[in-house]
């Protein structure tokens, strides 16, 4: 299938600091992930391909809108979900009506379709039994579900979820993989993540950000791939030409960079490759 998220040139300015400084991009149908360090730009994308953040230059189109548009950017608005970074929580609600009010808010305006529909999405982040709580009495990570679950109404075709995997448990997180490679098949998931194993375990494509520009857009295998030569496992700590060391759970040193004295290969993963393609200055983490 086609392109259903395109960026072009795509600028964004905060004073004197250039955060978007020309991305460009175009995503299809599957789960792309988004990786980038601190500060990189990828909340400043993901609201501008949202429609909540208007960039400054540049061209984006959302199924075929442009949402600089109007009355396009009301088209993205239905046809879209979006977890925000920092979502605002209405304390006082229950999870029901926390869910039950964006609905309104996306226009399902038929009673018995919406109750149908904010069950569906509650069952769906494994928060049904907890519809009747109030959102000041859920944990972090049930809230971040519940962040979750308002994306999915309307069952979307394009789904923005900005790093949708913080404060999850490992089992909650699993679930979370389970259910987004399902929402892949057919619709665009774009997902802003530290998490180079949720990149690993689900995405088709893998985008890198990093100072507001796109260094790496491929296959997360292709970004392991391009470490390959470059990760190294050694008895003894290297003592230079290495980006990158810890001591590992057996005792040995495993190291990005040149080679240390006695060092075998090892096997790259997507997180030697994204840091070595950030090109990071030394530093050791023993
Ligand atoms: N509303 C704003 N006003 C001024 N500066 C901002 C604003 N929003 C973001 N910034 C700055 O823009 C830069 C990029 O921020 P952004 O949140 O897009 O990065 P990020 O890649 O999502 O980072 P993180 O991984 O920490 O979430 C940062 O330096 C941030 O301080």
Redesign the pocket.
């Known amino acids: 299938m086609g392109t259903t998220v395109s960026v072009r040139a795509l600028t ?1 300015e ?2 004197r ?1 250039r ?2 400084d020309g991305i460009d991009l175009a995503i299809g149908p599957g789960v792309t992930g988004l990786l ?12 501008c391909l949202a429609t909540t ?1 208007a960039p400054d230059g540049g061209e984006i189109r959302v199924l075929g809108h442009d949402p600089a548009d109007r009355a396009r950017r009301i088209e993205i608005r239905r046809r879209l979900g979006y977890l925000p ?1 920092d979502p605002g929580y209405y304390p006082h609600f229950t999870a029901f009506e926390l869910v039950d009010y964006v609905a309104i808010l996306k226009e399902i305006t038929d009673r018995r379709t919406r109750y149908r529909e904010v069950r569906r999405v509650l069952a769906e982040v494994d928060l049904a039994d907890r519809s009747q709580t109030k959102v000041r009495k859920l944990s972090g990570g049930m809230r971040q579900r519940l962040a979750f679950a308002q994306a999915l109404l309307g069952d979307p075709d394009v789904l923005i979820l ?2 949708p995997t913080v404060g999850l448990d490992p089992e909650q997180r699993m679930r979370f993989r389970a259910l987004v490679s399902r929402l892949g098949e057919g619709r665009t998931v774009l997902l ?1 993540t ?1 998490q180079t194993e949720d990149v690993a375990a689900l995405c088709e494509l893998v985008v890198v ?1 990093h100072r ?1 520009r796109v260094i790496f857009q491929g296959a997360p295998r292709d970004i392991a791939a391009a470490a390959k030569g470059q990760v190294w496992l050694s008895e003894s700590p290297p003592d230079g030409g290495s980006r990158l060391f810890w001591r590992t759970a057996d005792g040995r040193y495993r190291s990005l960079g040149d080679p240390p004295p006695n060092a075998v290969p090892a096997d790259p993963t997507v997180e030697d490759g994204y840091l070595l393609l950030l090109g990071e200055p030394a530093e050791v983490a023993a």
Do not use: F, I, M
């Not at 980038?36 to 609201?47: C, D, H, M, Q, S």
């Open positions: 964004k905060y004073g600091a955060v978007l980038g360090p601190n500060g990189a730009g990828k909340t400043t994308l993901l609201r953040l970074q900005d790093e802003s530290h950000q507001g």
